[in-house]
């Protein structure tokens, strides 16, 4: 009997600390070993548009880079506020109460909503596609990100070039996104610079765009210069549409709005800043800085983007020292 109790205290001694060892290899975001995710992160996108979706694909890219690979050591949950505030809202909160390690917020709306949520509990949060992180009082505490700012001068240089008699630059933006306001500032600073005059209109909704688009072709501007403005790029084919028809040229702010109908644009590559925001967030997911660490990072370097076949449609010509940089794209079948 002495040897069956002595071997019970075995056995139950060697299993606490099986369970104890399995235990400590996820404790801190570690592996078990057997394929169970170590991290789970939040990711809300305030919704679907070509520039947001490769913001999507770009971060999990850089979490890969970084070691992270959904479904092996890491367990993504994603949704899309489908460009509403209160569903933003309700998103960011569900993450909360489901004690993700991270919240990923793509776009300003959505990360506003994620820190918001991430308060109490101190969760981490990691934006991208912000285009004034301090206007949006997103520059300090537990988040950091990446910021999408615009070249504006860059595109004011590449208008100047491709059309040289124009005068007058036309900008539809949303009133409440913080990212355009910011940027139609910035236009209003430069623009006379480079012998510009801006008309611009703001609108409320996806709704009041193309209505927007007819005011500006009335005010006769000699061209529109697009934001990443979730409304309005959200309708993007229905405003080239209108400017088609009416011989206007749309610059785009970044590659896929050349893809889309667009001449040409200075721009980002919202893969490439979608990269650079997924090695961050492994950084703070692996302990190796926490978001007060890591201050947000500005994209610098842009390129110029054409669309030759619209280019033509539009009589316009690329001066030679600017072709000989530009990336070419083709429309979207």
């Not at 236009?187 to 007819?214: I, K, N």
């Not at 709005?257 to 961050?280: E, F, I, S």
Request: a negative charge; proline letters at 2%.
């Amino acid at each position: 009997m002495k040897h069956m109790k002595s071997l019970c205290s075995t056995l139950l001694a060697l299993t606490m600390a099986l369970s104890l060892t399995a235990c400590s290899n996820t404790d801190g975001g570690s592996g078990s070993g057997d394929g169970e995710a170590a991290y789970t992160i939040g990711i809300s996108q305030y919704g679907e548009h070509a520039s947001l979706d490769n913001c999507h694909i770009g971060f999990l890219q850089g979490l890969e880079q970084a070691g992270l690979v959904d479904g092996e050591n890491l367990k993504v949950i994603y949704d899309n506020a489908g460009f509403d505030d209160n569903t933003a809202r309700q998103i960011a909160d569900s993450f909360s109460a489901q004690g993700v390690d991270l919240m990923v917020g793509i776009a300003t709306n959505s990360a506003t909503a994620c820190y918001a949520a991430s308060e109490d509990k101190n969760i981490p949060v990691i934006f991208t596609a912000i285009t004034d992180p301090v206007g949006a009082h997103l520059d300090s505490g537990n988040i950091t990100g990446t910021s999408d700012v615009l070249p504006v001068e860059g595109q004011l240089q590449l208008i100047r070039a491709l059309q040289p008699g124009a005068k007058t630059i036309g900008i539809i933006y949303t009133t409440s996104e913080a990212n355009s306001v910011y940027s139609v500032g910035v236009y209003e600073e430069l623009a006379s610079e480079y012998g510009f005059t801006l008309e611009t209109v703001g609108v409320t909704s996806q709704a009041e765009v193309t209505q927007a688009v007819d005011t500006l072709l009335s005010r006769g501007v000699d061209c529109l210069s697009n934001l990443t403005d979730n409304n309005v790029v959200g309708v993007l084919g229905a405003i080239l549409e209108k400017t088609t028809e009416a011989g206007i040229p749309v610059y785009g702010s970044e590659v896929e709005q050349m893809k889309a109908g667009c001449v040409a644009g200075a721009g980002l590559d919202y893969v490439k800043l979608g990269v650079q925001t997924g090695l961050m967030a492994a950084k703070v997911l692996k302990g190796e800085a926490t978001c007060e660490e890591l201050p947000y990072e500005i994209i610098e370097s842009y390129d110029l983007y054409v669309n030759s076949e619209v280019m033509d449609a539009m009589g316009l010509t690329m001066p030679d020292d600017l072709a000989q940089t530009a990336v070419e794209v083709e429309t979207n079948s």
